[in-house]
């Protein structure tokens, strides 16, 4: 098992950055996946960003080349850079781990971004 803890979260006007921290309460080392996914009100849960089994990362089309997400294994933690943010960015974002192969999801709390326009 591992516990989430998302932090970062916030206001800021449209065109800001903001960068989400989760730290994890296990080493990040050997995840099978990890990563970002956000859900807005009245929508479906997608993906922002991940780091994969294969050792690439997956973003999703519409934060390419404004999001980058990191790592620091010796802090377990993941981060989120979000940067030119769009009042379309806002969410509560979660971070999401998976430990091995067909294993379950852990999820943390989730953190509000919001964007004023």
């Known amino acids: 098992q591992v516990q989430l803890e998302e932090s970062g979260g916030g206001l800021v006007q449209a065109g800001g950055s903001l960068r989400l921290s989760c730290a994890a309460s296990r080493s990040i080392s050997n995840m099978y996946e990890m990563g970002w996914y956000r859900q807005a009100p009245g929508k479906e849960r997608e993906l922002v960003a991940r780091?994969?089994?294969?050792?690439?990362?997956d973003y999703a089309d519409s934060v390419k080349a404004r999001f980058t997400i990191s790592r620091d294994n010796t802090k377990n933690t993941v981060y989120l850079q979000m940067n030119n943010l769009a009042p379309e960015d806002a969410a509560v974002y979660s971070c999401?781990?998976?430990?091995?192969?067909?294993?379950?999801?852990?999820w943390g709390q989730g953190t509000q971004v919001t964007v004023s326009s």
């Open positions: 999401n781990a998976r430990l091995t192969v067909g294993g379950g999801k852990y």
């Open positions: 780091f994969t089994a294969r050792g690439s990362i």
